[in-house]
């Protein structure tokens, strides 16, 4: 733990001018505020430093739209992609006339299912280790206007230019990682090998405890690069790390990086696999005698995270693309089901050997277009609902889920097809987040809203290029 004490002696020591202040808005983009060092002293780690709130989708209104931004201090690193040696600080946000933790704060809501976990009895600590996978692209163009819609994406690894005609400076030398077989050839055929390399260091440097790095699936691009698991809210603060590391490098390297689940059509999508466990005392809970080696706490948490699982999707899952990469065929884990070591079931028990410490389960739909702390804060929420319910999943299902017969298949349950389904069913189910005091009424009412407004019907308003394919000459 560091004290307040130490960064203010650490800004003193290493001549540091500016601190860099971020904080997570509702939909899990970064903020920030860059201050003078002379603004910062020990209240802004207990009061906050104020900002202007109305201006954050989502949150407040112009007339009450005073804020502070409260410093944790166990978040301080010196920013690798600022000119001037600048100390960033990862903040969450109080209202500042009553001195209460803001209710629609991410990293709030985060901090209260933790507490909730403790409460309870069940543990003292959630582990959590997502997987988040990208595209790294040369190229990325899209506009949407009254009389034009259209995206455009270029990558030298994309199987499509394997005929495109190079140039003298610029020849095309193939080595094109066909569709579906990005995972995980050597270079020349991988060519960002240095580029996660610097990726992956440039995380170890801000404190991310890093593991691997490698291609993924698909063509055009598209990679992974793994930290080990942690507590909660530092697993966010790291994802949130993981982001802005990958998109400033590939920035360096002159190309540009998305966390979209299903930007190129007819190959993988990328999805964020989710590992999580309970701790007690230092102490693992998920390990036992049933199947795959899980206790029956471990089962009971799997069965509440499949019971909700179409609510859960809605802040999981949260956009509209969400689910074009929720599909058959794709590796993706469209059925609600659980199984050992099975990638095409919703829920994985990952291999894990005989060390109990190293048993969890891999929840496999979210993807990176979630709010980390949201989406841990629902998950454990919805597992911690399985455990106090004993809601068992059932059976597990060991078979390979595409190869299953209709009839089979029939009995799976299936994620929601659309956004607009998945916020259907929060409306409906969300007692297991807001009975704990975790997520508030107002904040799933302001999060369904939000969503259907600005995504869900504002897609739904434009013409798309794939209708003028099929309806133009009607």
């Not at 020591?13 to 002379?38: A, C, M, P, R, S």
């Not at 495109?164 to 991988?190: C, H, I, Q, W």
């Not at 993924?216 to 507590?231: D, N, P, S």
């Not at 969890?360 to 709010?371: I, Q, V, W, Y």
Request: glycine letters at 8%.
């Amino acid at each position: 733990m560091t004290t307040p004490q130490e960064v203010l002696e650490r800004i003193q020591d290493e001549k540091i001018q500016l601190i860099d202040l971020k904080f997570i808005d509702t939909v899990g983009t970064w903020q920030h505020l860059t201050l003078y060092q002379n603004q910062i002293d020990e209240t802004a780690f207990t009061d906050g430093v104020p900002f202007d709130g109305s201006s954050i989708r989502g949150w407040k209104a112009i007339n009450e739209s005073d804020m502070t931004m409260v410093l944790d201090p166990n978040t301080a690193w010196i920013d690798p992609f600022m000119e001037v040696p600048t100390l960033s600080i990862i903040c969450s946000i109080k209202e500042p006339r009553t001195g209460e933790w803001y209710n629609r704060c991410p990293r709030v809501i985060a901090q209260k299912a933790v507490d909730y976990l403790v409460s309870t009895g069940v543990g003292d600590t959630a582990f959590f280790g997502p997987e988040a996978e990208f595209f790294i692209f040369d190229s990325a163009r899209f506009a949407q206007t009254a009389n034009e819609g259209y995206y455009f994406l270029d990558s030298a690894e994309g199987a499509w230019n394997s005929g495109k005609a190079g140039t003298d400076d610029k020849p095309n030398l193939a080595y094109k990682p066909r569709f579906k077989e990005g995972y995980f050839p050597v270079s020349p055929t991988d060519s960002f090998q240095d580029i996660r390399t610097e990726m992956l260091l440039t995380m170890a440097q801000l404190g991310v405890p890093i593991e691997k790095h490698h291609h993924e699936v698909a063509t055009g691009g598209q990679c992974e690069l793994g930290f080990k698991f942690g507590k909660l809210i530092e697993a966010a603060d790291w994802l949130m790390i993981y982001k802005y590391v990958i998109k400033n490098v590939a920035k360096k390297y002159g190309k540009t990086v998305t966390f979209m689940p299903k930007p190129i059509f007819g190959d993988n999508g990328s999805g964020m696999h989710c590992h999580q466990s309970i701790w007690r005392d230092g102490q693992p809970l998920f390990a036992g005698d049933k199947y795959a080696g899980l206790s029956d706490m471990a089962l009971y948490y799997i069965g509440g995270l499949l019971k909700h699982a179409p609510a859960l999707l809605a802040i999981t899952n949260p956009s509209t693309n969400s689910y074009k990469r929720l599909v058959p065929g794709y590796e993706a884990p469209v059925n609600l089901a659980y199984s050992q070591g099975n990638r095409s079931a919703s829920i994985r028990i990952p291999l894990s050997g005989t060390n109990p410490k190293a048993k969890r389960l891999e929840f496999r739909c979210p993807d990176a277009t979630s709010n980390p702390y949201l989406a841990f804060a629902a998950m454990l929420c919805a597992g911690i609902d399985g455990i106090k319910n004993k809601i068992h999943p059932g059976e597990p299902l060991d078979k390979n889920i595409y190869e299953l017969s209709p009839e089979e298949l029939a009995k799976v349950p299936s994620t929601p097809g659309s956004l607009e389904l998945a916020l259907q069913a929060l409306e409906k189910d969300h007692a297991f987040l807001t009975e704990s005091g975790v997520f508030t009424e107002d904040f799933i009412e302001n999060w369904i809203d939000y969503k259907l407004a600005n995504e869900v019907k504002q897609l739904q308003l434009r013409p798309h290029p794939y209708e003028f394919y099929l309806y133009y000459d009607a």
